[in-house]
């Protein structure tokens, strides 16, 4: 069976399906890529054609996950503010700080300086969660504002980009913008991108993005190509997106719909695998190569396994909800057995007695 996937089509499981699809493939190239990166640790070095192969979808990975995440924006702004807050902090900011400490610990760097960092300036590959964090807080501040000062946002964010500090939440923040009002205008942003004459353009700008990046051009996270992502992004959504049964896109599907565990457990793992690798003494790349990506990809299914076993291992990934009222409404005078508590009931006498056995009887 293949499913049709539309951009203004009503179902949430169909929508669903097509961006659990595109936020698995970026996953993927957030750890091809930072298996690549483990290739030069231990002061070593990567063959080129990696880096060229991995340039490919460098430009795409990182605003692809940005724009998924702008598009389920409208519903959480639909909340009130201690449900926003509450839900931000336990699935993104705990996430967030949990992980960063581990990798802090796992490198050998817990002291004050990469600490704080953590805070005010990620370094980690956790600075994807701290910029979402940092994106809904903003979008939640601008929720009434009009359509033109988003778009105002967007300009200014890109000029901020240029200024060489911190040039990731600049960049990406337009891309947040775009998929929140792309999930309000389905029907423009699908006709824009299956327009005959426009998607042929879409589809030539985005082959010479990835040709260019591979001739290594520097288009990652630069302000003068954010336009060209762009198109590639419109290509892969706008466009229509066909998700068949088939072994790949249910594996994407499932990567996507975890993308949280997979995103946290990658990395940690693959320090695990590059240590194990230069214990055993494999030097050659290409044997190196495909054991970070197996073990990047297995630690995230691994995970997603045991948190589906035991629950509550899921505190690794998303801090449990405080117990609704109806839990805690009792006080420990009122769970104590009965036996203990009978000295603090009145004996009923006269009419009130009868009625309460009147009442106990029809029990």
């Known amino acids: 069976m293949t499913v049709r996937v539309d951009a203004e089509a009503p179902s949430t499981t169909t929508r669903a399906l097509w961006m659990d699809v595109l936020r698995g493939a970026a996953i993927f190239a957030v750890i091809v890529h930072h298996a690549v990166e483990a290739l030069t640790w231990f002061d070593r070095s990567a063959p080129p054609i990696l880096w060229q192969l991995n340039n490919i979808l460098s430009p795409f990975r990182m605003p692809m996950l940005i724009f998924l995440s702008g598009m389920l924006l409208g519903r959480s702004l639909q ?126 700008i985005t082959i010479g993005t990835s040709v260019a990046s591979f001739l290594g051009i520097d288009i990652r996270f630069h302000p003068a190509y954010a336009l060209l992502v762009l198109c590639a992004i419109c290509v892969a959504t706008a466009s229509g997106f066909t998700v068949g049964d088939g072994r790949l896109a249910r594996t994407l599907v499932f990567v996507g719909s975890n993308s949280l565990i997979f995103y946290c457990i990658h990395y940690p793992v693959m320090i695990g695998a590059v240590l194990a690798v230069n214990a055993a003494g ?75 056995r009147a009442a106990g009887s029809t029990r």
């Open 79 to 204: 909340k009130p503010l201690r449900r926003f807050a509450s839900g931000k902090l336990r699935r993104i900011a705990w996430p967030y700080v949990v992980w960063s400490l581990i990798t802090v610990g796992m490198v050998g760097q817990l002291a004050p300086g990469p600490l704080v960092r953590i805070a005010v300036q990620p370094e980690l590959y956790t600075w994807y969660l701290w910029c979402l964090l940092l994106f809904y807080t903003v979008a939640f501040v601008l929720k009434k504002a009009p359509l033109w000062v988003l778009a105002s946002s967007c300009v200014v964010a890109l000029g901020l980009a240029t200024t060489g500090f911190n040039v990731r939440p600049f960049y990406l923040w337009p891309f947040f913008i775009i998929g929140y009002w792309a999930a309000l205008n389905p029907g423009i942003w699908r006709a824009i991108g299956r327009n005959r004459f426009v998607l042929p353009l879409l589809i030539l």
């Open 282 to 356: 494999i030097r050659t790349a290409w044997v190196a190569f495909p054991i970070y990506i197996v073990a990047g990809t297995l630690g995230g299914f691994a995970a997603t396994w045991m948190v589906r076993r035991w629950p509550k291992t899921r505190v690794a990934f998303e801090l449990p909800p405080r117990r609704s009222a109806n839990k805690v409404s009792k006080s420990w005078w009122e769970r104590l057995p009965r036996i203990f508590r009978r000295g603090n009931r009145r004996k009923a006498s006269g009419p009130r007695r009868a009625l309460s």
